[in-house]
């Protein structure tokens, strides 16, 4: 479980950052403060879906 969700972070850490750069460079690029809201968002989706993801590549499969 622990590389799992080692991995769900790393992933995170890239995916959230781009997608905070993509969708708030505006922001950035004027030394603002992002929407917090947003960028919390832009990390919590991919680690969700990592997560998920890979837990469900191991769950036994049901009929």
Request: hydrophobic content about 55%.
């Amino acid at each position: 479980m622990r590389p799992i969700l080692i991995r769900a972070i790393i992933i995170s850490m890239i995916v959230g950052s781009l997608l905070t750069l993509i969708n708030q460079f505006e922001r950035v690029a004027a030394l603002e403060l992002p929407n917090l809201w947003k960028m919390g968002l832009s990390y919590v989706v991919p680690f969700c879906v990592s997560l998920f993801s890979a837990l469900a590549a191991k769950a036994p499969p049901t009929d």
